[in-house]
C-alpha cells in the first residue's frame, strides 16, 4: 500500500504548482502536461490498481484524504487523479487475466484511463468478442490517456432471434482505436478535458470486457467493496477540498472587502461571521457523513464480505449529501464577494462554477435520495 502521509506530504510540497496548473487547465481545458508528469511521479493514478499489476493501492478512507487535499490544492488535477485512479482501478479489478496484462503490460509504463461506465453504445456479439459501436461523453483526462473503457448494452449475434440483453458489458481498448471529440466547452469543471470519443464498428475481444455488477477478479479487499461503493470516495472529497479552499478564500478576503465606500468590512458584519462559522461546520458534517458511510462498507469488505444493497444506498446517499452541502456552502459565501469575485482572476467564482458543475455528476444524482427514501419506507412497513 502506498503510504498517505507521504502523499499528502508530496502535495503539499507541490501545492504552488497545482495551483498554476489549474490557471493553465482553465484555457487549455485540459492539465497542462507537467502537473500530469507530477501526479505520474506521485503514483496518483494507480491508487486504486491491484499491487500486482503494478498498483499501490490506498484503502478508501485514505484515498478520500489524498483526493481532498488535492482539490484543495486545485480541482482540475484533483479530478484527474480522481478519474485517472478509478478507471485504471476498474480494469485493473476486473477484466479477466489476459485483458488485464495487456492493458498492464510488463517492462511497460503504467498506463492512464478514461472514459465512464454509462452504457451509451451497442456491442455486436461475434466470434471472440464484440463488434462497438457507439459515442461516450465526460472522458475526463482523455487527452493525456493512452486507454479508454466505456460500456453498451449487447446485441445478438447474426441469425440470433433472442432480443437485445438487459446486461451492461464494460469494455476496455486503446485510445488510437477512438475517435476524441474535442467538444468540452463548458462552464464549470473546464480544466478537466471532459472530452467525447467516438467508437465506430471496432472489434472489442473478449479479454477486454467484462460484464458490470460481476465480482472482481483481483485486488483484494478493496475490490470486494463492489459497485457503486468502489468509486463513492472520489467526487465527495473531492467537494470537500474545494468546499475548504473556497471557506479559507472567503476569510481571506474578508478583511478587505465592503460593499460600498467607506461601510463596513465583511470581517466587521456579524452576518457574514455567522456565515462563517455555520460554513465550517457543515463542511465538516459533510465530510464526517460521508468518511462514515465509507468507513462501514471497508470494515465488511474487510471482514470478507461485499457490502450489501443497503451499505451500498447508505454511502451513495451520504455521497449526494456532502456533494449538494459543499456546493451550497461555496455558493452562500459566494454572494458575500461583491461584483469583485465575478471577475475570472477570483479564485470564488472558480470554486462555484466547479462546485456547480461536480453537482451534476451522475454519481451524485439525487434519486439515491429516493431509493433511500424508498427503502425506508419499504422497511418501516415490515415492521408495522
Not at 493512452?146 to 441469425?159: K, M, Q, R, V
Not at 465592503?258 to 457574514?272: D, H, I, K, N
Not at 457523513?289 to 470478507?304: F, I, K, N, P
Not at 462555484?352 to 451524485?364: D, E, G, K, S
Request: hydrophobic fraction near 40%.
Amino acid at each position: 500500500m502506498t503510504d498517505r502521509d507521504g502523499l499528502l506530504t508530496a502535495i503539499h510540497s507541490h501545492r504552488a504548482d497545482f495551483e498554476a496548473a489549474g490557471d493553465q487547465a482553465e484555457d487549455l481545458r485540459t492539465l497542462p502536461d507537467h502537473a500530469v508528469e507530477k501526479l505520474r511521479g506521485m503514483g496518483a493514478f494507480w491508487l486504486k490498481t491491484p499491487a500486482d499489476l503494478g498498483g499501490t493501492p490506498l484503502n478508501p478512507v485514505d484515498f478520500c484524504d489524498v483526493i481532498e487535499e488535492l482539490a484543495y490544492a486545485d480541482s482540475s488535477t484533483a479530478w484527474a487523479a480522481m478519474i485517472g485512479a478509478g478507471c485504471c482501478g476498474l480494469a485493473g479489478g476486473w477484466l479477466p487475466e489476459a485483458g488485464a496484462r495487456r492493458v498492464f503490460a510488463p517492462a511497460h509504463p503504467l498506463p492512464v484511463i478514461a472514459g465512464q461506465l454509462q452504457p451509451r453504445g451497442t456491442g455486436q456479439r461475434v466470434e471472440g468478442g464484440y463488434v462497438v459501436t457507439g459515442r461516450w461523453s465526460f472522458a475526463s483526462g482523455i487527452m493525456h490517456a493512452s486507454w479508454l473503457i466505456g460500456a453498451f448494452h449487447p446485441e445478438p449475434g447474426a441469425g440470433a432471434d433472442a432480443p437485445s440483453s438487459p446486461r451492461i458489458v464494460v469494455f476496455v481498448l486503446p485510445k488510437d482505436q477512438a475517435e476524441v471529440i474535442d467538444n468540452w466547452q463548458v462552464a464549470g469543471l473546464v480544466g478537466t478535458g471532459s472530452m467525447d470519443f467516438r467508437v465506430g464498428e471496432q472489434f472489442v475481444p473478449d479479454e477486454m470486457t467484462y460484464d458490470l455488477g460481476a465480482a472482481a477478479v483481483r485486488g483484494g479487499d478493496l475490490f470486494r467493496l463492489g459497485m457503486p461503493a468502489f468509486v463513492s470516495n472520489e467526487v465527495p472529497p473531492l467537494c470537500v477540498g474545494m468546499a475548504r479552499r473556497a471557506l479559507d478564500d472567503m476569510t481571506r478576503l474578508a478583511s478587505s472587502t465592503t460593499r460600498w465606500p467607506g461601510g463596513p468590512t465583511l470581517s466587521e458584519r456579524a452576518v457574514f461571521l455567522k456565515e462563517l462559522g455555520r460554513a465550517d461546520v457543515r463542511i465538516r458534517a459533510a465530510r464526517l457523513a460521508h468518511r462514515e458511510t465509507v468507513q462501514d462498507v471497508w470494515a465488511t469488505a474487510q471482514e470478507g464480505n461485499v457490502p450489501d444493497g443497503t451499505q451500498q444506498l447508505a454511502l451513495t446517499a451520504a455521497s449526494v449529501y456532502a456533494v449538494e452541502t459543499c456546493a451550497d456552502v461555496i455558493s452562500d459565501l459566494f454572494r458575500y464577494g461583491g461584483g469583485r469575485v465575478l471577475s475570472l482572476s477570483s479564485p470564488m467564482q472558480r470554486h462555484l462554477r466547479n462546485a456547480l458543475a461536480a453537482r451534476q455528476h451522475i454519481a451524485v444524482s439525487e434519486e439515491f435520495y429516493e431509493a433511500a427514501g424508498r427503502l425506508r419506507i419499504e422497511s418501516l412497513k415490515g415492521t408495522s
